[in-house]
T-cell receptor, first 115, second 114 residues
Framework: NAGVTQTPKFQVLKTGQSMTLQCAQDMNHEYMSWYRQDPGMGLRLIHYSVGAGITDQGEVPNGYNVSRSTTEDFPLRLLSAAPSQTSVYFC??????????????FGNGTRLTVT | AQSVAQPEDQVKVAEGNPLTVKCTYSVSGNPYLFWYVQYPNRGLQFLLKYITGDNLVKGSYGFEAEFNKSQTSFHLKKPSALVSDSALYFCAVRATSGYSTLTFGKGTMLLVSP
């Protein structure tokens, strides 16, 4: 049971480049989300999805797009990378948004540097 | 809006001593409260949660947390710290009513010295 798998582990982009961070879970979780972690700022929610075909914005959505075509996958797209998007990105899933006391399961993160 | 405060950036304790990592929260109505731990270069791992009922919650690796509604606090505790407990700890909250996402604190680095 792999849990939440994120790829790549590391990525360096130049300003203006685009890329997709991949996230897959094999636990049949309905809820998936993306967070960014920056020193001294904790984790901030970028986008989340309560099921296939449904996405919504979190606290810091600007510059990022998401889609959820399957239950398993929840990719995060950076359309035009900026140095302010240098961060560690975490994907997390939970059983269901209808079970708000269910804990999140996190991937191991993608460390992104934008130069 | 809901929020979490972890007033200490860093907590230092000696191995074998008790440890406390502080957390206070603000939420509309009753809270669901969580503690997560992050080891270097890893994602967050769930430690324990408060839903309702007993104010003292026991979790993984010997950790426990005490919910205090009047002080809106949910401090993480362990009677005897281990060097291997050294990690970054996050408190998180969401409201029990309506729909809300999980809000995290900024994290507290726990350093346990031998």
């Amino acid at each position: 049971n792999a849990g939440v798998t994120q790829t790549p582990k590391f990525q360096v982009l130049k300003t203006g480049q685009s890329m997709t961070l991949q996230c897959a879970q094999d636990m049949n979780h309905e809820y998936m989300s993306w967070y960014r972690q920056d020193p001294g700022m904790g984790l901030r929610l970028i986008h989340y999805s309560v099921g296939a075909g449904i996405t919504d914005q979190g606290e810091v959505p600007n510059g990022y797009n998401v889609s959820r075509s399957t239950t398993e996958d929840f990719p995060l797209r950076l359309l035009s990378a900026a140095p302010s998007q240098t961060s560690v990105y975490f994907c997390a899933s939970a059983v269901s948004s209808n079970s708000p006391n269910s804990p999140l399961h996190f991937g191991n993160g993608t460390r992104l540097t934008v130069t | 809006a809901q929020s979490v405060a972890q007033p200490e950036d860093q907590v230092k304790v000696a191995e074998g001593n008790p440890l406390t990592v502080k957390c206070t929260y603000s939420v509309s109505g009753n809270p669901y409260l969580f503690w997560y731990v992050q080891y270097p270069n890893r994602g967050l791992q769930f430690l324990l949660k408060y839903i309702t009922g007993d104010n003292l919650v026991k979790g993984s690796y010997g950790f426990e947390a005490e919910f205090n509604k009047s002080q809106t606090s949910f401090h993480l505790k362990k009677p005897s710290a281990l060097v291997s407990d050294s990690a970054l700890y996050f408190c998180a909250v969401r409201a029990t009513s309506g729909y809300s996402t999980l809000t995290f604190g900024k994290g507290t680095m726990l350093l346990v010295s031998p």
